[in-house]
């Protein structure tokens, strides 16, 4: 299969005030998830120092899995802007974690949500891109422990 080229197909100059960026509306839907950065999540560390980097290069993954969406990876919705700041992202809310699926013993179809998990890998390598953390909590489930999606893309 070809990998699409994300400098060229996705990826642009990161600018907090650069009209490219899908804004969200005011009020948001209910069916929102508001991913909200935290400098406490990075401790110590030099990733802290570059911490608007990181959001900025999220937000440009998650501005290209717009543009290549794919059932099996999170629907990134829109950027929340508060005082001409990036402050958040919104993603299409999920019922929980494979994670949390798996503990509450809820049935999870052990041949779909491998297959699922795998289809939004192959997906994002397509596009030239790694996830790097993936893990079964950044794993969402819709209800009924059905098609898993890939959530998370901060080490992506």
């Given amino acids: 299969m070809e ?28 069916n929102v998830h508001i991913k909200r950065q935290s400098l406490l999540d990075y401790g110590d560390q030099v990733s802290t120092w570059k911490f608007t980097d990181l959001m ?18 999170a629907k990134y919705l829109e950027r929340l802007v508060e005082d001409g700041r990036m402050t958040a992202l919104c993603f ?12 509450s013993s809820e049935q999870v179809d052990t041949q779909a949500c491998p297959r699922g998990i795998q289809e939004g890998i192959k997906h994002l390598h397509q596009l030239g891109l790694v996830h790097n953390d993936l893990n079964p909590s950044n794993v969402m489930m819709h209800s009924h422990g059905s098609n898993p999606v890939i959530i998370d893309f901060d080490s992506c």
Avoid: M, W
């Fill in 56 to 73: 900025l290069h999220e937000l440009d993954i998650c501005e290209c899995l717009a543009k290549h969406p794919h059932p099996n990876v």
């Fill in 92 to 103: 299409r809310r999920y019922a929980r974690t494979l994670q949390e699926t798996v503990s």
């Fill in 3 to 30: 990998v699409i080229e994300v400098a060229d197909a996705c990826a642009g100059d990161s600018d907090v005030y650069d009209p490219r960026f899908t804004k969200a509306p005011e009020p948001l839907p209910n």
